[in-house]
């Protein structure tokens, strides 16, 4: 059996973070054969083009993680109706220098959690925009905005009764959408 390694990517540094929750409790629905890390970026310098030439370890290490990975999980806040700085920056990164972009043919899902009614609806279409300019595929179907309530968890930190057969669809279709990639 295939075994495929996805880097999940959480789009808020905040310690008790939704997106970070929900992405530990959204990798539980994957199958065996899945395994996911979520990768650091909380300690990448700002984006300086300047740097290209001689990157931080950090850098470094980022693109190495994303490179050994056969697929990507974004799960994002939504910070003033668009993606936070800090996954922006390292989107840039990840990407730079020009023709050394890591993010270029991974298979990509996108989720997001906030208090507001439309989740992070905006901010999953602006990632859509950056991720299509960066030539990652990434899933269209079935679109995930989900408000934080307090029954999506239940008190072991998975996904609550009410939500789990909708987020076990999602992760079907991803799944599918990765393995249909990689193969």
Same mark, same amino acid.
Request: glycine share 8%; net charge neutral; aromatic share 8%.
């Given at each position: 059996? &295939? %075994?495929?390694? /996805?880097?999940?990517?959480?789009?808020?540094? &905040?310690? *008790?973070?939704?997106? =970070?929750?929900?992405? +530990?409790?959204?990798?539980?629905? !994957?199958?065996?054969?899945?395994?996911? &890390? %979520?990768?650091?970026?909380?300690?990448?310098?700002?984006?300086?083009? +300047?740097?290209?030439?001689?990157? #931080? +370890? !950090?850098?470094? =290490?980022?693109? $190495?993680?994303?490179?050994?990975?056969?697929?990507?999980?974004?799960?994002?806040?939504?910070?003033?109706?668009?993606?936070?700085?800090?996954?922006?920056?390292?989107? *840039?990164?990840?990407?730079?220098?020009?023709?050394?972009? $890591?993010? $270029?043919?991974?298979?990509?899902?996108?989720?997001?959690?906030?208090?507001?009614? /439309?989740?992070?609806?905006?901010?999953?279409?602006?990632?859509? @925009?950056?991720?299509?300019?960066? *030539?990652?595929? #990434?899933?269209?179907?079935?679109?995930?905005?989900?408000?934080?309530?307090?029954?999506?968890?239940?008190? !072991?930190?998975?996904?609550?009764? @009410?939500?789990?057969?909708?987020? %076990?669809?999602?992760? @079907?279709?991803?799944? $599918?959408?990765? %393995? &249909?990639?990689?193969?």
């Amino acid at each position: 059996m &295939r %075994q495929y390694q /996805i880097a999940v990517i959480v789009g808020s540094l &905040r310690r *008790d973070s939704f997106n =970070r929750k929900l992405a +530990d409790a959204i990798v539980k629905l !994957a199958p065996p054969e899945f395994s996911f &890390r %979520q990768i650091g970026i909380g300690d990448l310098p700002l984006y300086n083009q +300047d740097d290209d030439k001689n990157p #931080t +370890d !950090a850098v470094k =290490r980022l693109k $190495a993680e994303i490179t050994a990975s056969q697929g990507l999980l974004f799960v994002t806040p939504e910070y003033n109706r668009s993606v936070p700085g800090v996954l922006k920056n390292a989107l *840039d990164h990840a990407s730079r220098p020009y023709g050394q972009n $890591a993010w $270029a043919g991974k298979p990509a899902g996108i989720l997001g959690i906030s208090v507001g009614a /439309i989740g992070t609806a905006l901010a999953q279409q602006h990632l859509r @925009n950056i991720l299509a300019y960066l *030539d990652v595929p #990434t899933l269209g179907q079935p679109e995930v905005f989900i408000q934080a309530k307090e029954e999506l968890f239940d008190e !072991a930190g998975n996904i609550g009764s @009410n939500s789990k057969e909708f987020l %076990q669809h999602w992760m @079907n279709q991803y799944v $599918a959408w990765v %393995q &249909r990639h990689v193969a």
